[in-house]
């Protein structure tokens, strides 16, 4: 810690609630550090590196791919949780952890599998995370799953909040359809406390991940051409930031202009999270990690003011970029990639390698459903491409 001792309400891997299934310790790292380090050496998380954050893989090498904006989440949230005297180790592993239950294709295949499982349970990206870190990495001969320690599997539901309240009732988007199947099922076993707050490690990670996505999708975006840096200056903070920098430099040439106002962005984001973070904490002044959860509201965040400029990048992003023509061509495409799987599978799953088809042909619809979801999901978007020539016609180029 670069701030000195860790707070009173930092994570503390020697009070951790522990694993799922017990192990020894070990002799050279505390529990957090070994989540961090197994999620790492993950296959899921291998694959990061071929899955789409916006653009697919082929459109260019510049942009960023899931596990590109991994990586950035992790080192915005390890330098948010030093400032604030948390576990860097524990906000280390929920970010790296964030986006392991992504399929390919970013939110297009996303929502393919939601549809393909809506007599199922859906589809939640959150809900594949868990999944992945419990039971289907498959590495250990003592059990599936990583057996990561109760703290980072709490951050990897919680980290946007609750979902219920202390009845058990779902709250907030998991009114609508209720608690995913597999959170469900899970802290049936393994209680995560879904009606309570995470941890204020796993707050770090999630505003991190906030922030790496206004400023670099940002950055993509203008390199795709999708908008302009004129574009961008009626936006609240963007507005006054680029002006700051044509006026110290008036001759700067826009490749250079652009990464200064994403530095800049980044600087001021996350200043405003610790700036407003520490005034949060001391009005509570928590003196354990517990009363983080506690509080009814998080304790690591945006002010008022940059939340609400938060939300207009995010409102210009959504529009010139994530519903921009040329995008949701590729994504509707995609879209139709990742339904033709699912159908063909959950007609013919002898098309599926044989480890991923063994034992099907007497499970019941939902197993066999989710088994052929857990299969697409784990795909790249090169694989899940693939797949789809090999077994149809007309694969399209995206």
Known sequence: MLNGAPAPYAADPALSRGRLHAEPPSASRNDFRRDADRIIHSSAFRRLKHKTQVFVFHEGDHYRTRLTHTLEVTQIARAIARALRLHEDLAEALAL?????????????????????????????????????????????????????????????????????????????????????????????????????????????????????????????????????????????????????RDKYPRIEPARLTHELVRRLIGKLVEDVLAESMRRLGALAPTSSDEVRAAGAPLVGFSPLMASADRAIKEFLWAHMYRHARVIDVMTQAEGVVQDLFRRFLGAPEDMPAEWALGLEGADAPARARRIADFIAGMTDRFALTEHARLFQGTPVL
């Open 97 to 245: 952890a964030h986006d392991l239950g992504h399929p390919p294709f970013g939110h297009a295949g996303e929502r393919a599998l939601d549809a393909c499982l809506a007599e199922f349970g859906g589809f939640d990206h959150n809900a594949q995370t868990l999944r992945i870190v419990t039971a289907t990495e498959r590495r250990y001969p003592d059990f599936d799953g990583l057996n990561l320690t109760w703290e980072t599997l709490e951050g990897v539901v919680k980290h946007n909040g609750p979902l219920t309240d202390a009845d058990g009732n779902p709250v907030g988007r998991y009114v609508a359809h209720g608690v995913p199947r597999v959170i469900a099922e899970y802290t049936a076993r393994h209680d995560l406390a879904l009606w309570s707050h995470a941890g204020a490690e796993a707050q770090a990670a999630a505003i991190a991940d906030d922030i790496a996505y206004d400023a670099h999708d940002l950055d993509d975006g203008l390199r795709a051409d999708l908008f302009s840096l004129h574009d961008l200056a009626g936006l609240p903070v963007l507005g006054g930031l680029l002006r700051e920098v």
